[in-house]
């Protein structure tokens, strides 16, 4: 009889634990969907003005831990909130209208729950942000949800998830995926439509169809578009190139079909090209892209170390 009220008390024991973490992983998990994109306006900061350019840049902040190899390695709650400091700081050192982040925490554990895009726009002075989410649950009292935002100074609409392929679909129902995300950017009279990307780091052929799903997004579109972020790719030829099965690649899809790339420059290539890593730098991996009528009136490469990425800053004109 002992044994008996052992045993139940030790399944008992192994259930409460097991609904303990289950409950809350199923609940973040099933409600994921719902909170996969959000936008939203700040009046107090909100500026317009009639411009005939526009100002863009693309930047992964890599979830503010700086140089760190481990997102839990970024320091204490301090140090993030100075790192997001001198972030913020930087972007207004840059100037852009619209801004497009790449790893961006939300409300993640190893950043003290800290909503970076939030901060960053209020910080920077951005009166319209999107935010997405690409990794979004919750183990016990760890949560995990990040993705990409879209900063602007110009009102946004329209804003969607662009769904991307899956690297392994288990991981996928599980967890999450990179994804992207677009939304219409109003510049006076005239609409622009932005797309803020985060490709595969693990697979160039997840990359290139990747890149041939947005192309036909392009395609589609009723505005001209900028397309922006971290593509984890670079031309074949490049210093760390990689080809997909098909001897193609993520940039090289990109280009044949019609979209420009800001700074595509000779090889040799000089430090102050390259993207990543920002303190030893090795390729480009962060682009802008324009479509036809935009062009481009210069590009640059910020030399900043506070991310593992550089930022990339353009300007462009119809």
């Known amino acids: 009889m002992k044994q008996l009220l052992r045993k139940r008390k030790t399944v008992a024991l192994i259930l409460i634990l097991l609904a303990a973490v289950l409950v809350p992983y199923l609940w973040s998990r099933s409600a994921s969907s719902g909170n996969q994109i959000q936008t939203f306006s700040d009046s107090e900061i909100r500026e317009e003005r009639a411009k005939t350019s526009l100002r863009v840049a693309c930047y992964n902040i890599a979830h ?19 790192r997001l400091d001198d972030i913020a700081d930087l972007l207004i050192k840059l ?26 726009a209020e910080k920077a002075g ?5 935010e997405e989410r690409n990794l979004d649950f919750r ?22 998830v662009v769904d991307l392929p899956s690297y392994a679909g288990l991981e996928t129902m599980l967890a999450g995926k990179k994804r992207g995300v677009r939304c219409d950017v109003s510049v006076g009279e005239k ?31 009723p505005h001209a578009c900028i397309v922006m972020g971290d593509m984890n790719s670079t031309p074949i030829g490049f210093p760390h190139s990689s080809k997909a099965g098909d001897g193609g690649n993520a ?8 979209l420009v790339l800001s700074g595509l420059p000779d090889l040799p290539l000089e430090d102050a090209e390259l993207t990543y890593r920002s303190d030893d730098p090795k390729s480009i991996i962060d682009w802008i892209l324009v479509s036809l009528p935009l062009r481009f009136e210069s590009h640059a ?7 593992d990425h550089r930022p990339v800053v353009a300007d462009v004109t119809w």
């Open 139 to 160: 183990v016990l009292h760890r949560t995990w949800r990040f993705g990409n935002a879209i900063l602007s100074r110009f009102p946004i609409s329209n804003a969607e």
């Open 64 to 82: 503010g831990r700086g140089l760190a190899e481990s997102n839990w390695d970024g320091g204490d709650a301090a140090t993030r909130i100075g």
């Open 251 to 258: 940039i090289e899809t990109f280009s044949q079909s019609g």
């Open 95 to 120: 100037d852009a209208d619209v801004v497009v982040l790449n790893e961006v925490d939300f409300d993640t554990s190893w950043s003290n729950h800290v909503n970076q895009a939030k901060y960053l």
């Open 191 to 221: 609409s622009l439509r932005v797309f803020g990307l985060h490709l595969s780091h693990r697979s160039e052929d997840v990359r290139e169809q990747s890149a041939a799903s947005v192309v036909e997004l392009v395609r589609e579109s």
């Open 301 to 307: 490469v910020e030399p900043s170390t506070l991310s």
């Open 126 to 130: 951005y009166a319209y942000r999107v």
